[in-house]
Nanobody, 123 residues
Framework: QVQLVESGGGLVQAGGSLRLSCAVSGFTFRAYTMGWFRQAPGKEREFVATISWIAGNTDYADSVKGRFTISRDKAKNTLVLQMNSLKPEDTAVYYC????????????????WGQGTQVTVSS
């Protein structure tokens, strides 16, 4: 059974940093793409970043490029999102996701989702 468990959310002031982690279990990692989406109140789920598990190729939404970094620790089966220079508009529930296959920025193509972790950025 595939399990994705996020941690590391919280409350931070604008300009601050947070590090989200996602513990991954239950599947082999061949040809998987993993990533992060977020959802703010009253808004649709939004693509944040992805990484190919084997090669480590990354993609970012324009809104977070240069501020967020996605990475994975294959030895620890952990996905990480380092978020710097946070802005109030980054406030959302952040979800760890996984799919079989390559890059996609559509939430409908991701079969596996964590429970989400709240990130709140105060101004």
């Amino acid at each position: 059974q595939v399990q994705l468990v996020e941690s590391g959310g919280g409350l931070v002031q604008a300009g601050g940093s947070l590090r989200l982690s996602c513990a991954v279990s239950g599947f082999t990692f061949r040809a998987y793409t993993m990533g992060w989406f977020r959802q703010a109140p009253g808004k649709e789920r939004e693509f944040v970043a992805t990484i190919s598990w084997i090669a480590g190729n990354t993609d970012y939404a324009d809104s977070v490029k240069g501020r967020f970094t996605i990475s994975r620790d294959k030895a620890k089966n952990t996905l990480v999102l380092q978020m710097n220079s946070l802005k109030p508009e980054d406030t959302a529930v952040y979800y760890c996701v996984a799919r079989v296959g390559g890059y996609s920025d559509s939430p409908r193509t991701y079969a596996y989702w964590g429970q989400g972790t709240q990130v709140t950025v105060s101004s």
